[in-house]
């Protein structure tokens, strides 16, 4: 089936540091790729999205490339602030062939918190 | 766009009591989703509607919730009898059908069941 592994939080960063919140998934076919974030006491948004291999998606300074190599979808950061502490959400996007349904299957989220 | 609209923002109701969620999703959208929220289990897909129809329900926990999509521009989610175990945040989220993975979050609607 299709799953998406992520690593576990909370990542505690200071401002200015680099970020990594490492994704995995297993899927069959070919999925989309996308981060989703959700800040405090709102709904979740997408972030940026890749839709086939060695793609990269980027948005307000977050970054991920589509490694289908490694099946990883990792999301960078090079300076974080303190408003981007939220909870990062990777999730996968497939059709099934047989059904023509569409899934987006999501991670169990990893909590960013920025310190000044 | 006033986005996706979620009512009541928060709800607090005894056990055994009927309890309905209410979304109104962003115009010119056909694909409407529930979403349940909880510390243990994270984020669950309960059941998306397609043009109205109901299309995957397989994430509706028993026969206590039902939803309904009347019109394209409302859906509601019911739960009834509420139990204690399903407290939690619902989010209701739309998307274009060709745009299915970019989805729209509601802001949620929090519940609480004594």
């Known amino acids: 089936g299709n799953s998406v592994t992520q690593m576990e939080g909370p990542v505690t960063l200071s401002e200015e540091a680099f970020l990594t919140i490492n994704c995995t998934y297993t899927?069959?076919?070919?999925?989309?790729l996308f981060w989703y974030v959700q800040y405090p006491g709102e709904g979740l948004q997408l972030l940026l999205k890749?839709?086939?291999?060695?793609d990269k998606g980027s948005n307000k300074g977050f970054e991920a490339t589509y490694r289908k190599e490694t099946t990883s979808f990792h999301l960078e950061k090079g300076s974080v602030q303190v408003s981007d502490s939220a909870v990062y959400f990777c999730a996968l996007g497939v059709i099934n062939m047989d059904t023509g349904r569409r899934a987006l299957t999501f991670g169990s989220g990893t909590r960013l918190q920025v310190q000044p | 766009d006033a986005g996706v609209i979620q009512s009541p923002r928060h709800e607090v109701t005894e056990m055994g009591q009927e309890v309905t969620l209410r979304c109104k999703p962003i115009?010119?959208?056909?694909?409407l989703f529930w979403y349940r929220q909880t510390m243990m289990r994270g984020l669950e897909l309960l059941i998306y509607f397609n043009n109205n129809v109901p299309i995957d329900d397989s994430g509706m926990p028993e026969d206590r919730f039902s939803a309904k999509m009347p019109n394209a521009s409302f859906s509601t989610l019911k739960i009834q009898p509420s139990e204690p175990r399903d407290s939690a945040v619902y989010f209701c989220?739309?998307?274009?059908?060709?745009?299915?993975?970019?989805?729209?979050f509601g802001p949620g609607t929090r519940l609480l069941v004594l």
């Open positions: 115009s010119g959208h056909n694909s």
């Open positions: 989220a739309s998307s274009t059908h060709r745009g299915f993975e970019t989805q729209y």
């Open positions: 890749a839709t086939k291999a060695d």
């Open positions: 899927a069959t076919g070919y999925p989309s």
